[in-house]
């Protein structure tokens, strides 16, 4: 409000319990509010396939728990009055078990200047605490990677508990939080962090806690009402105003970049689809050319692809190209999980150690790819478009069975790919050991 | 492009311009951390050459630091408020509700920047004008 006179044309809401309490405190407020959803939520969401690669960019070995502090800015906050909480954290916990990140709110870093909060902080980070740099998104790479958090009652709290993060407070200003707040609720729900007991004992019951848990639980339903679809009512709600028609590519929630330091050099964790076009020659059909083309720009279909198959990763954001996907390039080796998800999916490529792949097909049936030297085209993707053009073939009765060498060419001189058929695969269970995991959205 | 309206990248001849957009969106940043969100936001817009987005900042936050590395970083064309105040742009979005947005002649949707809407009202001064204790009017904030 400005003078009694409301500024904004539209208020984007996140919930549509926010508008209740618009209606509340505000009413001639409502006419203008619009509930999207949350976008930052749905960003989580679309980076849970990756927490592995979130948590290896973040330095976390394996059997090392990640906790990720979470402070906002003011004198009531986790780091108001000093950060006494992240020094027990640290000084507490086994440097080979614990692994500990401190998402600052960046307030704290401009109101007090960055060089100085690294400096009050520097014991910290000498003793392996994580402090990523503000108006990054490492805080959303580290609610996905974290085991658990101890928080108060800024945002990075409340993401992180609506994420299933299980977690403590350390600091928490009621007096600052709206009544009848998904905030509120959560200070209500979540333990504190006791001065008198271990933090990791604390740590560890909030982790055994959660699966039991309806308090925290709750909230999770309060930080959107339109999961995955944020950005999308959004740039409705923008074109509608611009008066432009919208373009007709859909938007959706993208994962989060890979945290700095350990990144490749495109940052997002998923890499594009690709639309593969094979060309197998030669005598006997050993000879297979490999020309991948981004998917998403294909306009049509040009004369550059005749014989294509749709390449896409496990955790593809865009559902067209994950629901049409011919191969899927997983990140873990359970390809029964990624079957299960993609009915139209023939084959799943498991990434093995020297860049080859174990291609499992639908029917069971398991071929390792392994390439005879090293080229740096020569990848698991490769691999697994080769081998799925030599099945293709065989299919047909063009191919021998169970075994192959054949030469790849594909970023330049052919490399040899040798294909064997994989014995006595066992079943693996339909609902493994990622059905629990928490953070992973549930199918839409 | 409509010839009533104010050219979409007023300030710069159109003859120096490579890509003519239909409209322009104002893009109104407070600190960083709203910031942060209005770029996420802005996605929305990704790989329209009918709009052209530009952004300022209402110099209204006790915490301006690190908005000119971030929008130098990031390469925004970036406008002064004054600049912004004179110029017609045909939608803002701000991630925040302070300073003088009254002052824009153009529509404007205002966003949350953090998790919905849970202070019972803002502590940062100079966020706005709404009374302390006004807890009725926190989602406005």
Known sequence: ?444 | MNPRRPSPTAGLPAQWLTVSPERTVLGVIHNVTSATRLLDLLSAFEGDLRVQTYFTCTDSSPFSGGIAEFCAERELPFIPWAEAEARSFDLAISTSRGGDLHKLSCPVIGSPHGAGYNKRLSREPGAGSREPGAGSRELLG
């Not at chain 1, 800024?154 to 992180?160: F, H, I, R, V």
């Not at chain 1, 959107?224 to 950005?231: C, M, N, W």
């Not at chain 1, 790819?369 to 090293?374: D, E, F, M, P, S």
């Not at chain 1, 009765?397 to 064997?420: C, F, I, P, T």
């Open chain 1, 1 to 444: 409000m400005h003078d009694g006179e409301l500024i904004p044309s539209a208020i984007v809401l996140s919930h549509e319990e926010q508008r209740e309490r618009l209606r509340d405190g505000c009413p001639e407020a409502v006419p203008f509010s619009h509930v999207v959803g949350d976008p930052c939520m749905d960003q989580l969401h679309a980076s849970a396939p990756f927490r592995d690669a979130y948590r290896e960019a973040l330095g976390v070995r394996a059997g090392q728990r990640l906790v990720l502090l979470t402070s906002t800015w003011g004198g009531r906050s986790l780091l108001g009055g000093g950060p006494a909480v992240v020094r027990r954290a640290l000084a507490e916990s086994p440097r080979e078990e614990y692994r500990f990140i401190a998402a600052v709110h960046p307030n704290v870093w401009y109101g007090h200047g960055g060089w100085q909060l690294r400096s009050w902080l520097e014991p910290c980070v000498r003793a392996g605490l994580l402090l990523p740099p503000p108006a990054t998104d490492a805080w959303k790479a580290a609610i996905c990677a974290a085991d658990a958090f101890v928080g108060d009652h800024g945002s990075l709290t409340l993401y992180a508990a609506a994420f299933g993060v299980p977690g403590l407070l350390a600091a928490f200003d009621t007096r600052s939080v709206a009544a009848g707040s998904p905030m509120e609720r959560l200070g209500a729900a979540l333990p504190r962090v006791s001065a008198s007991r271990s933090l990791r004992e604390q740590l560890a019951e909030a982790v055994e806690r959660r699966t039991g848990d309806t308090g925290a639980g709750a909230v999770a339903g309060l930080v959107t009402s339109y999961p995955g679809e944020a950005l999308a009512r959004f740039r409705r709600l923008c074109y509608t105003t611009l008066g432009l028609s919208e373009p007709e590519e859909p938007v959706f929630p993208r994962p989060v970049e890979l945290p700095a330091g350990r990144r490749p050099a495109h940052g997002s964790p998923v890499g594009e689809p690709l639309l593969v076009d094979t060309e197998v020659s030669g005598a006997d059909g050993s000879r297979v050319t490999v020309r991948r083309y981004p998917a998403a720009l294909q306009n049509g279909s040009g004369s550059h692809v005749r014989d294509a198959h749709l390449v896409a990763e496990e955790g593809e954001p865009d559902a067209r190209w994950a629901g049409v996907a011919d191969v899927f390039l997983a990140r873990r080796g359970v390809p029964e999980r990624l079957f299960a998800r993609y009915p139209g999916c023939a084959v799943v490529a498991v990434p093995l150690a020297g860049e080859s792949c174990a291609v499992h097909l639908r029917d069971g049936r398991v071929f390792t790819a392994t390439w005879a030297r090293a080229s740096w085209w020569a990848g698991p993707g490769v691999a697994a478009s080769a081998v799925y053009a030599w099945l293709s073939r065989e299919r047909t009765g063009e191919s021998r069975g169970g075994a192959a060498d054949l030469l790849v060419d594909s970023g330049g001189a052919g490399v040899s790919l040798l294909v064997m058929r994989r014995a006595g695969e066992p079943a693996a269970d339909l609902l493994g050991p990622d059905a629990a995991e928490p953070g992973v959205v549930p199918e839409r």
